[in-house]
């Protein structure tokens, strides 16, 4: 009966699981909507047990040392693939997002990134409830212009891996930068789709960093707007049309 119940999530699920049943079952309440408590009591039990069902079904166990092929592989983690065109030369935008230091400037979950040692980096971001969430990433694989993939290591709170690809546009037009990543968050899949309930979708929020870092390679400045600005067929003439009155190069830090 013990080893059935054994934990196998993280501390940081535990803590995550008990912050955010916690505000659920509080909404519920104040909403009179059982349906909203109930959940916001499983995450409350899981916090308290370290014990998910789902990821004792499922093999999946965090509880353990840190692994990120093992809490990512299969269909386990948040999966997300975005791109954007950006119309400057291939090598300036590499070299741009290479310097990690400078994502903070596009992303707006992240508060800072700092480089340890040119393949290692530590990286903080806005978690729950607007506490921090922090973990530390190394660099797979580097060439350049074209690649730049990574994957967290150590005990962090985010486990995850990814990669940014950069090619030459169809046509000669400016430059495909595609982002792919999957991880696991604090509280798993259970956290995500809380996140989303709240209106902190992945996939949409990368979309919009992506947006902003277009805006930034090719203007200078993100505005205030940026992070809700939808793109149409319009606003995609008007960026083939700025493509032939680029202003000069943006400089890389």
């Known amino acids: 009966m ?16 008990s912050l955010l049943g916690t505000a659920l079952a509080a909404a519920g309440y104040q909403r009179s909507n059982r349906a909203l408590a109930a959940a916001g009591f499983v995450l409350l039990g899981r916090g308290a047990s370290g014990f998910c069902p789902v990821s004792a079904a499922i093999g999946r166990d965090t509880a353990s040392p840190y692994d990120t092929r093992a809490r990512l592989g299969g269909t386990r983690g948040v999966k997300v693939d975005a791109s954007v065109t950006i119309y400057r030369p291939l090598p300036e935008i590499y070299a741009y997002w290479r310097n990690f230091e400078n994502l903070p400037n596009f992303m707006d979950h992240l508060t800072e990134v700092r480089d340890v040692d040119g393949r290692r980096s530590h990286w903080v971001a806005k978690g729950p409830l607007g506490v ?3 973990w530390d990433a190394e660099i797979i694989k580097d060439v350049p212009p074209e690649l730049i993939s990574w994957k967290t290591v150590g005990e962090s709170d985010v486990v995850s891996a990814g990669s940014v690809r950069f090619k ?8 495909e930068v595609r982002v792919n990543l999957q991880y696991d968050p604090p509280a798993g ?10 209106g902190d979708d992945a996939q949409l929020a990368i979309e919009a960093d992506l947006r902003r870092f ?3 390679l090719e203007t200078g400045e993100v505005s205030t707007g940026a992070r809700y600005r939808d793109p149409s067929s319009q ?16 400089t890389a830090r």
């Open 168 to 175: 030459q546009a169809p046509g000669d037009h400016g430059t």
């Open 189 to 198: 899949k259970v956290g995500a789709t809380v996140a989303w309930m709240f």
């Open 235 to 250: 606003q995609e003439r008007r960026d083939v049309e700025a493509a032939n009155t680029m202003r000069e190069p943006f």
């Open 2 to 17: 013990t080893s059935m119940y054994k934990a196998n999530i993280s501390k940081t699920e535990r803590w995550a699981s």
């Open 214 to 216: 277009k805006q930034l």
């Open 132 to 134: 921090p969430v922090e």
